[in-house]
C-alpha cells in the first residue's frame, strides 16, 4: 500500500531562518512520482515540484530546495531564508507514475500536511 | 502552467437543496479530474476519479448516489451534492490531468457551506 507520512503537524520558524519540512513515503511501486504542493489560506493549492523515482538529483529553486533519498524513503522540502508569505501548509504526495497500457489514474495520496507559521 | 478553474467558489445553501460545482481545465485537455474534499485542518482526501466518457470511480466510503460526478467533455466535470446537508459542508477540490502528464493540477477549491 502507498503511503505518505509528514511528522510534522506544524512548525513555526522566525523570518530569514532555515526551515526543512520532512516527508517519507512507502511504495511498492518501481516508478512512481512524488510532488511538493503549497496550500495558503486562500486554499489553493500551488503545484511546487515532481520528482521521478529515477531521478535522484537534489533540486534547488530560488529559496527551495529539495533532497530526495530513495534509500531512505525521503523526500525532504527546504525553505532558505523563510519569508511571512511562505507561511502555509504543505503537503508531500505521491503517485504511481503513468506506464504504457496501464489503466493507472496517478490518483495521488497526500500526506497530512505540515503548517509553516513564518513570524516577522 | 496549467490553469484549472472552479465555480462557484463559494455557496451557501439550505438542508436538502442539490448544488452543483464545475470544474474546468483552461488551457489543456483533461482526460482524467479528480474530486477531493478537505475538512478544516485535515489533508485532502480523494472522492472519486473521473474520466471523460465513463463514469466515475468511487473512493471507499464515498456515496456515489451523493456525490454525482460527471465528465462529459475534455475540459469540464461536475460534481453535484444532492440533497445536501450540514455534515456536507466541506472545501471541495477538484483537479486534472491531462493524458501527457503525470502532474495535478488544482482548481481554487468551493466551500461549500449547508445550512
Known amino acids: 500500500a502507498q503511503k505518505v507520512t509528514q511528522a510534522q503537524t506544524e512548525i513555526s520558524v522566525v523570518e530569514k531562518e532555515d526551515v526543512t519540512l520532512d516527508c517519507v513515503y512507502e511504495?511498492?511501486?518501481?516508478?512512481?512520482?512524488l510532488f511538493w504542493y503549497k496550500q495558503p489560506p486562500s486554499g489553493e493549492l500551488v503545484f511546487l515540484i515532481r520528482r521521478n523515482s529515477f531521478d535522484e538529483q537534489n533540486e534547488i529553486s530560488g529559496r527551495y530546495s529539495w533532497n530526495f533519498q530513495k534509500s531512505t524513503s525521503s523526500f525532504n522540502f527546504t525553505i532558505t531564508a523563510s519569508q511571512v508569505v511562505d507561511s502555509a501548509v504543505y503537503f508531500c504526495?505521491?503517485?504511481?507514475?503513468?506506464?504504457?497500457?496501464?489503466?493507472?489514474?496517478?490518483?495521488?495520496?497526500f500526506g497530512q500536511g505540515t503548517t509553516l507559521q513564518v513570524k516577522p | 502552467g496549467a490553469v484549472v478553474s472552479q465555480h462557484p467558489s463559494r455557496v451557501i445553501c439550505k438542508s436538502g437543496t442539490s448544488v452543483k460545482i464545475e470544474c474546468r481545465s483552461l488551457?489543456?485537455?483533461?482526460?482524467?479530474m479528480f474530486w477531493y474534499r478537505q475538512f478544516p485542518k485535515q489533508s485532502l482526501m480523494l472522492m472519486a476519479t473521473s474520466n471523460e466518457g465513463s463514469k466515475a470511480t468511487y473512493e471507499q466510503g464515498v456515496e456515489k448516489d451523493k456525490f454525482l460526478i460527471n465528465h462529459a467533455s475534455l475540459t469540464l466535470s461536475t460534481l453535484t451534492v444532492t440533497s445536501a446537508h450540514p455534515e456536507d459542508s466541506s472545501f471541495y477540490i477538484c483537479?486534472?490531468?491531462?493524458?501527457?502528464?503525470?502532474?495535478?493540477?488544482f482548481g481554487p477549491g468551493t466551500r461549500l457551506t449547508v445550512l
Open positions: 483537479s486534472a490531468r491531462s493524458w501527457r502528464a503525470d502532474t495535478q493540477y
Open positions: 504526495a505521491l503517485s504511481e507514475a503513468k506506464k504504457l497500457g496501464s489503466s493507472n489514474t496517478g490518483k495521488l495520496i
Open positions: 511504495t511498492r511501486d518501481t516508478t512512481y512520482y
Open positions: 488551457d489543456f485537455q483533461a482526460t482524467t
